[in-house]
C-alpha cells in the first residue's frame, strides 16, 4: 500500500550519500552551488576523519559566509 512504498522511499534516503542528492538538486540549483557544496561535505569529512596529511580536501579552508550563502541558495531552490 501507499504507506509501505513511502517508509521503503523514506529507507531508501536515510542510505543515499549525500554527493547523490546534491546531484539530483541541479536541476533546481546552479552546478557551482552544487560543486561548492560537495567540496564543503570533502572539507568536512577531512576534518571530521583526523585531518590526514596524505590525503588532502579539494579545499583548504572554507569561507563560512560563502557556505552560509550556498546553503540558503539550496534551501530557496527546494522551497521553491
Not at 596524505?54 to 560563502?66: E, H, S
Request: hydrophobic share 40%; net charge positive.
Amino acid at each position: 500500500s501507499c504507506k509501505f512504498e513511502k517508509k521503503k522511499i523514506i529507507d531508501y534516503l536515510e542510505y543515499m550519500r549525500i554527493e547523490d542528492i546534491l546531484d539530483s538538486l541541479k536541476v533546481r540549483i546552479d552546478s557551482y552551488t552544487i560543486g561548492f557544496l560537495k567540496q564543503i561535505k570533502s572539507y568536512r569529512d577531512w576534518v571530521a576523519h583526523g585531518r590526514n596529511p596524505n590525503k588532502l580536501p579539494p579545499v583548504r579552508k572554507i569561507d563560512f559566509n560563502k557556505a552560509i550563502e550556498a546553503i540558503k541558495i539550496v534551501m530557496s531552490g527546494l522551497e521553491s
